[in-house]
């Protein structure tokens, strides 16, 4: 079994910053690539971030510039720096991962999820 388990959301005023953290546990061999997605009240989920295992990193056009997306692959966890925060940020942030397991299967594996909030 697999899962990956976010942290770090809140409630934080507009211009602020916060630090989401996501680590995967279970049977895992390796970690491809890894993601945060976002969903907004009443909106569709859309790609926040994306960083391969080699660190190579894709954004929104809407987080570039302010959002940073990392990774820890001895930690296996993911990270995503949000500076200059803005109230259309506001949404649950979703990680989202390439797992190879131990039986050699390959999952693409969800979070519950973590709440942000970015007030005006």
């Known amino acids: 079994q697999v899962q990956l388990e976010e942290s770090g959301g809140g409630l934080v005023q507009a211009g602020g910053s916060l630090r989401l953290s996501c680590e995967a546990s279970?049977?895992?061999?390796?970690?491809?690539?890894m993601y945060w997605y976002r969903q907004a009240p009443g909106k569709q989920r859309e790609l926040v971030a994306g960083?391969?295992?080699?660190?190579?990193?894709n954004y929104a056009d809407s987080v570039k510039g302010r959002f940073t997306i990392s990774r820890d692959n001895a930690k296996n966890t993911v990270y995503l720096q949000m500076n200059s925060l803005k109230p259309e940020d506001t949404a649950a942030y979703y990680c989202?991962?390439?797992?190879?397991?131990?039986?050699?299967?390959?999952?693409?594996?969800w979070g519950r999820g973590t709440l942000v909030t970015v007030s005006s």
């Open positions: 989202n991962a390439e797992i190879i397991a131990t039986t050699r299967a390959t999952l693409s594996v």
């Open positions: 279970g049977s895992i061999l390796s970690i491809n690539h």
């Open positions: 960083i391969s295992r080699g660190g190579n990193t």
